[in-house]
């Protein structure tokens, strides 16, 4: 054995010219490897796989003429983006492949984008350079962004749509929830275009807590503010008994009392015989009112019912003091001036009905067990503290106390944060996604020492607000602003003068929308001046009734005097007015009864308008649209005309259908919609 | 077969073309083997004879030489790797990314010259520890060792310079760290830092800075210094042959 491994060296290495072309041979061979690597890589044996699919299909001729070796890339500089997933994704655009079994070589799903003008990566991540499915995919040694999980896909959509999409419920869902659960009052979301996220949950000023309500609700609300209402926006602090019982103490401490003081509850009012007679009147007036619009309540099956623009009111009994909820039902403004609830002008008896109401509404079992003695100076300095420590006023308005600036890290770009910037703990998915999920599901897991309150998120909510999250990238901040569609801007609007006191007062633009600004409860009133007679607006607002068959809410009334509703109607007739036209440029006068009845025709026979309207409520049973039986009263000429000439026109993203009416079609409609001059709805059933 | 061979290389050499290159002719005289040293540009540096044992794989390892082969390796990938990279800042990774996904055999060739840097800074330090343990440093050959020393230090810029050019992490932190090492030098410190960098952070300036550095200043520098040095080897008596051969020298 020996002697055979002596005579092979000697063979190779025996002397010197031996052993120099041995070691060159050697060396050949090792530099070999490089090309050889090279010819036999990853994606070369894709594109053969590729090929060996489609030669078997029926469409073989077509998808060989589509198919190009060699590696291939989307190529979009300005973009960052170098994307050579095609070199083995090679059927993404083949419409006969979306059957195909392996998703490397199925058809990409369809989207409203070009592959070619976007890319890959902008969406989906990972690593658009790369050649192999390792490098690609996952978070390698050099590469931190694997491929978003498919779930959060909709980030992707996110980084260049600013505003809502259809196509994307669930990246709108987060955004709604990061505005609506108020993470912005903390940490700053600067988007894009510039613009902030705001919040948009609307906490309520401490100042004067104390007129509010008691010291041991406020204690059992931080303790757990979900135990009071399930849809209290606060989050939960997991402040411990002693913690809580100082918070309480120093918010109580800081109080002060409101200017003018609260009046003591009005008591002959509340036990009045009227509404001693009648138990059900509190209940009659919150319907009335449509409290419910707005406000949610459980009813005694233990459902919630109710808007979610205010607050929940199933315990409020037990909450507010009783003579703050006559202050406030009388006159919101008088504690809280920034408020989205209307000053509803009730008089004294309906001030008293309904806060005998609200005070029956209670919780008892919520602060039954809350026992606290008095605050000590030292508790309130304690609860102090902790009130700063814990960022309190980044929400609440405290006396005392700044609003403190950036009290939370910045979320601009965290949808880019690099792992090694992020500290992990045990149980949370080593990826950005996990990270962020994490924090939002339990945020205090990540040490007990975050400040970072504890949200009640549902598991899908979670996915949704990471989702939102993750659509906040470099690449979103970074790339061209032609590639981005804004987010609509929210700005201030306020109307002028007397109307525009009037309207703030009554609190319009929370139901209504002018000119792109305000709710979206009730209708567009921006060109109501336009469409709409002076005479049935005052009537309208001295006695609102619903206008659609379908609805059963309709606007609250008022009690207004009658010089308001006067300044009011005049205001928005003049103001409210549409550019476009004149209302008065088709008078009534020049239509006849031929075209009248030409009208009837079109509207019951061509258009078949009565499939979801009512011009006659003896016959018709439309109820998707309003009833147009008292049109020749509400409206005006010009208007009709113009609507049914193109309703996206005059309202966009109504779901009137435009006809495409002929002008003498619109015209003979129009003079029978103007010829219907009944009453509303209750005066006709009455008939 | 060896005699077609033989004559068919004679032919060559006494070729009109092959002798205006190489003017000294065939021939085995010492002579003639000298000229040919003597008239070839690259090989005049070095001495026309040398002692056998000079020649043994003992007397300096061959360390020297290994050295300059793997200074050859670094030129030769270096250039063919300029062909790939652009010295600037939203450019520079991306082409390490091309170059290990898209360019052929671009890893073997960032690898190669990875490791060929490596192993100079290897054997220039055990050439050097060769040098000094055999007491070759001492004269005739001082200033030979000063021009290692001068030598050691562009080997160690070369490395430096070249750590910057993938412009990723550990590159931007290397520099980061070497650049602010560079401003704790008393009173001149702040100065030396913005000339390194050619601004108050690395940056694009810093990027091409070190380009330049690394692909022009300092490989020229070497070569100078490499030439000087081989020469000096002749010059200062060749390779130093070892104690008992040195004496015998004086006798």
């Given at each position: 054995?020996?002697?055979?491994?002596?005579?092979?060296?000697?063979?190779?290495f025996?002397?010197?010219?031996?052993?120099f072309?041995?070691?060159?041979?050697?060396?050949?061979?090792?530099?070999?490897?490089?090309?050889?690597?090279?010819?036999?890589?990853?994606?070369?044996?894709?594109?053969?796989?590729?090929?060996?699919?489609?030669?078997?299909?029926?469409?073989?001729?077509?998808?060989?003429?589509?198919?190009?070796?060699?590696?291939?890339?989307?190529?979009?500089?300005?973009?960052?983006?170098?994307?050579?997933?095609?070199?083995?994704?090679?059927?993404?655009?083949?419409?006969?492949?979306?059957?195909?079994?392996?998703?490397?070589?199925?058809?990409?799903?369809?989207?409203p984008?070009?592959?070619?003008?976007?890319?890959?990566?902008?969406?989906?991540?990972?690593?658009g350079?790369?050649?192999?499915?390792?490098?690609?995919h996952?978070?390698?040694e050099?590469?931190e962004?694997?491929?978003l999980?498919?779930?959060?896909?909709?980030?992707?959509?996110?980084?260049?749509?600013?505003?809502?999409?259809?196509?994307?419920?669930?990246?709108?869902?987060?955004?709604?929830?990061?505005?609506?659960?108020?993470?912005?009052?903390?940490?700053?979301?600067?988007?894009a275009?510039?613009?902030?996220?705001?919040?948009?949950?609307?906490p309520?000023?401490?100042?004067?807590?104390?007129?509010?309500?008691?010291?041991?609700?406020?204690?059992?609300?931080?303790?757990?503010?979900?135990?009071?209402?399930?849809?209290?926006?606060?989050?939960?602090?997991?402040?411990?008994?002693?913690?809580?019982?100082?918070?309480?103490?120093?918010?109580?401490?800081?109080?002060?009392?409101?200017?003018?003081?609260?009046?003591?509850?009005?008591?002959?009012?509340?036990?009045?015989?009227?509404?001693?007679?009648?138990?059900?009147?509190?209940?009659?007036?919150?319907?009335?009112?449509?409290?419910?619009?707005?406000?949610?309540?459980?009813?005694?099956?233990?459902?919630?019912?109710?808007g979610?623009?205010?607050?929940?009111?199933?315990g409020?009994?037990?909450?507010?003091?009783?003579?703050?909820?006559?202050?406030?039902?009388?006159?919101?403004?008088?504690?809280?001036?920034?408020?989205?609830?209307?000053?509803?002008?009730?008089?004294?008896?309906?001030?008293?009905?309904?806060?005998?109401?609200?005070?029956?509404?209670?919780?008892?079992?919520?602060?039954?067990?809350?026992?606290?003695?008095?605050?000590?100076?030292?508790?309130?300095?304690?609860?102090?503290?902790?009130?700063?420590?814990?960022?309190?006023?980044?929400?609440?308005?405290?006396?005392?106390?700044?609003?403190?600036?950036?009290?939370?890290?910045?979320?601009?770009?965290?949808?880019?944060?690099?792992?090694?910037?992020?500290?992990?703990?045990?149980?949370?998915?080593?990826?950005?996604?996990?990270?962020?999920?994490?924090?939002?599901?339990n945020?205090?897991?990540?040490?007990?020492?975050?400040?970072?309150?504890?949200f009640?998120?549902?598991?899908?909510?979670?996915?949704?607000?990471?989702?939102?999250?993750l659509?906040l990238?470099?690449?979103?901040?970074?790339?061209?602003?032609?590639?981005?569609?804004?987010?609509?801007?929210?700005?201030k609007?306020?109307?002028?003068?007397n109307?525009?006191?009037?309207?703030?007062?009554?609190?319009?633009?929370?139901c209504?929308?002018?000119?792109g600004?305000?709710?979206?409860?009730?209708?567009?009133?921006?060109?109501e001046?336009?469409?709409?007679?002076?005479?049935?607006?005052?009537?309208?607002?001295?006695?609102?009734?619903?206008?659609r068959?379908?609805?059963?809410?309709?606007?609250?009334?008022?009690?207004?005097?009658?010089?308001e509703?006067?300044?009011?109607?005049?205001?928005?007739?003049?103001?409210?007015?549409?550019?476009?036209?004149?209302?008065?440029?088709?008078?009534?006068?020049?239509?006849?009864?031929?075209?009248?009845?030409?009208?009837?025709?079109?509207?019951?026979?061509?258009?078949?308008?009565?499939?979801?309207?009512?011009?006659?409520?003896?016959?018709?049973?439309?109820?998707?649209?309003?009833?147009?039986?008292?049109?020749?009263?509400?409206?005006?000429?010009?208007?009709?005309?113009?609507?049914?000439?193109?309703?996206?026109?005059?309202?966009?993203?109504?779901?009137?259908?435009?006809?495409?009416?002929?002008?003498?079609?619109?015209?003979?409609?129009?003079?029978?919609?103007?010829?219907?001059?009944?009453?509303?709805?209750?005066?006709?059933?009455?008939? | 077969?060896?005699?077609?061979?033989?004559r068919?290389?004679?032919?060559?050499?006494?070729?009109?073309i092959?002798?205006?290159?190489?003017?000294?002719?065939?021939?085995?005289?010492?002579?003639?083997?000298?000229?040919?040293?003597?008239?070839?540009v690259?090989?005049?540096?070095?001495?026309?004879?040398a002692?056998?044992?000079?020649?043994?794989?003992?007397?300096?390892?061959?360390?020297?030489?290994?050295?300059?082969?793997?200074?050859?390796?670094?030129?030769?990938?270096?250039?063919?790797?300029?062909l790939?990279?652009?010295?600037?800042?939203?450019?520079?990774?991306v082409?390490?990314?091309?170059?290990?996904?898209?360019?052929?055999?671009?890893?073997?060739?960032?690898?190669?010259?990875?490791?060929?840097?490596?192993?100079?800074?290897?054997l220039v330090?055990?050439?050097?520890?060769?040098?000094?343990?055999?007491?070759?440093?001492?004269p005739?050959?001082?200033?030979?060792?000063?021009?290692?020393?001068?030598?050691?230090?562009?080997?160690?810029?070369?490395?430096?310079?070249?750590?910057l050019?993938?412009?990723?992490?550990?590159?931007?932190?290397a520099?980061?760290?070497?650049?602010?090492?560079?401003?704790?030098?008393?009173?001149?410190?702040?100065?030396?830092?913005?000339?390194?960098?050619?601004?108050?952070?690395?940056?694009?300036?810093?990027?091409?800075?070190?380009?330049?550095?690394?692909c022009?200043?300092?490989?020229?520098?070497?070569?100078?210094f490499?030439?000087?040095?081989?020469?000096?080897?002749?010059?200062?008596?060749?390779?130093?042959?070892?104690?008992?051969?040195?004496?015998?020298?004086?006798?």
């Amino acid at each position: 054995m020996r002697n055979k491994l002596h005579a092979l060296w000697r063979t190779f290495f025996g002397d010197s010219a031996r052993a120099f072309g041995s070691a060159s041979v050697i060396l050949l061979l090792l530099l070999a490897i490089a090309p050889a690597k090279n010819h036999f890589s990853q994606w070369r044996h894709y594109q053969k796989q590729y090929l060996h699919l489609i030669r078997g299909r029926a469409d073989a001729v077509t998808l060989e003429r589509h198919f190009q070796g060699g590696i291939q890339q989307i190529w979009m500089p300005e973009q960052q983006v170098t994307d050579r997933c095609t070199t083995c994704h090679l059927g993404l655009k083949e419409a006969s492949l979306a059957d195909v079994s392996s998703v490397a070589f199925r058809e990409h799903p369809v989207i409203p984008h070009k592959l070619t003008e976007f890319g890959c990566t902008t969406c989906h991540r990972g690593q658009g350079a790369a050649t192999t499915v390792e490098e690609a995919h996952s978070a390698t040694e050099q590469w931190e962004q694997p491929l978003l999980p498919a779930k959060y896909i909709e980030a992707g959509c996110g980084q260049c749509h600013l505003e809502n999409q259809t196509g994307t419920p669930f990246l709108n869902q987060g955004r709604q929830l990061i505005s609506n659960s108020g993470c912005t009052h903390c940490h700053t979301i600067k988007q894009a275009d510039g613009t902030y996220i705001m919040p948009d949950d609307d906490p309520p000023s401490l100042k004067h807590i104390a007129d509010k309500t008691t010291r041991d609700w406020v204690y059992a609300w931080i303790k757990d503010p979900q135990a009071y209402a399930s849809t209290a926006t606060m989050p939960n602090y997991h402040f411990s008994d002693d913690d809580a019982r100082d918070v309480s103490a120093f918010i109580l401490a800081q109080s002060t009392p409101l200017q003018p003081p609260l009046q003591p509850p009005l008591q002959p009012l509340k036990a009045d015989a009227k509404a001693a007679a009648d138990p059900a009147a509190g209940t009659t007036l919150y319907g009335q009112s449509f409290c419910a619009s707005c406000h949610a309540m459980q009813n005694a099956a233990g459902m919630m019912v109710g808007g979610n623009v205010g607050p929940e009111l199933t315990g409020i009994g037990t909450k507010a003091k009783p003579e703050w909820l006559q202050d406030w039902v009388a006159n919101p403004n008088h504690y809280d001036p920034a408020t989205m609830m209307p000053h509803y002008r009730f008089d004294a008896q309906q001030v008293a009905t309904l806060t005998g109401f609200l005070e029956s509404k209670t919780e008892p079992d919520f602060v039954a067990n809350v026992h606290l003695d008095g605050a000590t100076p030292q508790q309130i300095e304690h609860g102090k503290r902790l009130v700063v420590e814990n960022g309190c006023a980044s929400c609440h308005e405290i006396n005392g106390i700044k609003k403190p600036e950036n009290f939370a890290p910045e979320l601009s770009r965290i949808g880019s944060k690099p792992l090694n910037q992020l500290i992990f703990v045990e149980g949370v998915e080593h990826t950005l996604p996990g990270y962020v999920a994490g924090k939002v599901r339990n945020p205090r897991a990540f040490g007990p020492s975050l400040k970072m309150p504890q949200f009640k998120f549902t598991p899908q909510q979670i996915d949704a607000v990471t989702t939102a999250l993750l659509a906040l990238t470099d690449r979103a901040q970074s790339q061209p602003p032609t590639m981005r569609i804004a987010s609509v801007q929210q700005t201030k609007y306020q109307p002028a003068g007397n109307a525009g006191q009037l309207m703030r007062d009554l609190r319009c633009l929370t139901c209504h929308m002018i000119d792109g600004h305000g709710g979206d409860m009730a209708p567009d009133l921006t060109w109501e001046g336009t469409a709409v007679q002076h005479e049935w607006l005052t009537q309208f607002l001295k006695n609102p009734e619903t206008l659609r068959p379908a609805l059963i809410r309709r606007m609250p009334k008022f009690n207004l005097t009658d010089a308001e509703i006067n300044t009011l109607a005049d205001y928005m007739m003049t103001v409210y007015q549409t550019p476009e036209f004149d209302r008065d440029s088709l008078p009534v006068s020049q239509f006849g009864t031929a075209q009248v009845e030409q009208g009837r025709q079109l509207f019951y026979s061509k258009f078949a308008c009565q499939s979801c309207h009512i011009a006659d409520y003896k016959t018709d049973k439309g109820y998707i649209g309003p009833a147009l039986a008292g049109t020749g009263k509400r409206f005006n000429a010009a208007w009709v005309y113009r609507w049914l000439k193109d309703p996206q026109a005059l309202r966009p993203g109504t779901i009137e259908p435009n006809q495409h009416m002929t002008d003498d079609e619109a015209r003979s409609l129009t003079a029978f919609l103007m010829s219907l001059k009944s009453g509303g709805a209750q005066e006709a059933m009455k008939k | 077969m060896a005699s077609t061979l033989d004559r068919l290389i004679d032919q060559v050499r006494e070729n009109r073309i092959w002798r205006s290159i190489f003017r000294s002719g065939t021939g085995e005289s010492n002579l003639h083997r000298s000229l040919f040293v003597q008239q070839n540009v690259f090989l005049h540096l070095f001495s026309v004879k040398a002692r056998k044992r000079t020649l043994e794989f003992s007397a300096t390892w061959y360390l020297g030489a290994l050295t300059f082969g793997t200074f050859l390796i670094l030129v030769i990938t270096g250039v063919l790797l300029m062909l790939y990279y652009h010295p600037s800042v939203p450019q520079a990774y991306v082409d390490m990314k091309d170059l290990q996904f898209v360019v052929s055999s671009g890893v073997f060739l960032r690898n190669l010259h990875r490791w060929s840097a490596h192993a100079m800074v290897f054997l220039v330090f055990a050439h050097m520890f060769k040098v000094f343990y055999r007491g070759a440093y001492r004269p005739p050959r001082e200033f030979n060792w000063v021009i290692g020393v001068v030598l050691l230090l562009m080997t160690l810029l070369l490395s430096y310079t070249g750590y910057l050019l993938p412009w990723d992490q550990l590159a931007f932190w290397a520099v980061t760290v070497g650049s602010n090492i560079a401003s704790a030098v008393p009173v001149m410190g702040g100065k030396m830092r913005f000339l390194m960098l050619g601004g108050t952070a690395v940056n694009a300036n810093a990027l091409l800075r070190f380009y330049v550095l690394h692909c022009v200043i300092l490989p020229f520098a070497a070569i100078l210094f490499i030439a000087i040095h081989f020469w000096r080897i002749r010059k200062d008596g060749g390779i130093y042959p070892g104690e008992s051969a040195a004496e015998g020298d004086a006798k």
